[in-house]
């Protein structure tokens, strides 16, 4: 198996390294043009085994600078900007060398498990029912209902694990859905929402 991922002790002991890397598709600054391959820290690496040759496994790897161009950003996904203290990077399997890949794969299905060497956080919050909620600026997309930064509101449904959250805003301008009518409440990327700390005084007054 590659020395970069594996350590082996013995002929029936082998295990990620704690510093494995892997090679992946390296691209030409503003451009997509492809420029060889990248060494990168490997955090975890999560196989797609089902027949149906749709390539979803992928790869967390460590941010380094040639993976944060904006221009590339649809191949290096950055998970947990402007949330976590080291966000890192999600990139699909199609764009990490095929050697590696096979390694890694061989690995996992031996093991039947993922290669998890250093554990990445959730990339967004997650929120319960009833929480208080304040919005934060971040980065919007097409036919985003988020209001902007500063809006209050209480979350009506836990967080799912998609990295939406269901939130009824004070302020009932912000819940209208896309056909412009007020809802219940409106789902929202949980990235751009912060909890909001509520001391003791608050908590009877507002009860």
């Not at 082998?14 to 955090?43: H, M, Q, W």
């Not at 944060?68 to 966000?87: D, F, K, Q, T, V």
Request: aromatic content about 10%; proline content about 7%.
């Amino acid at each position: 198996m590659s020395n970069t991922i594996f350590t082996t002790t013995t002929s029936a002991t082998t295990k990620p390294r704690l510093d494995a890397t892997i090679c992946i598709e390296a691209f030409k600054p503003a451009s997509v043009e492809k420029a060889g391959y990248l060494s990168v820290e490997l955090l975890e690496f999560h196989p797609d085994f089902a027949p149906r040759l749709k390539f979803r496994g992928y790869a967390y790897v460590k941010a380094q600078p040639e993976l944060l161009r904006p221009e590339h950003a649809h191949i290096y996904c950055i998970c947990g900007e402007s949330y976590l203290n080291e966000p890192y990077i999600s990139i699909s399997e199609v764009f990490i060398h095929e050697t590696d890949l096979q390694e890694m794969m061989r690995y996992c299905r031996k093991q039947a498990q993922p290669i998890i060497i250093h554990p990445c956080s959730l990339p967004f919050p997650m929120f319960s029912r009833g929480q208080r909620v304040v919005t934060v600026e971040y980065k919007r997309k097409n036919r985003d209902l988020t209001p902007s930064p500063g809006q209050l509101g209480t979350v009506t449904e836990n967080s799912s694990y998609a990295g939406k959250t269901s939130v009824r805003f004070d302020d009932l301008e912000w819940n209208k859905g896309q056909n412009g009518c007020v809802s219940p409440a409106i789902s929202v990327p949980s990235l751009a929402l912060r909890a909001v700390k509520t001391t003791d005084n608050q908590c009877r007054s507002d009860g």
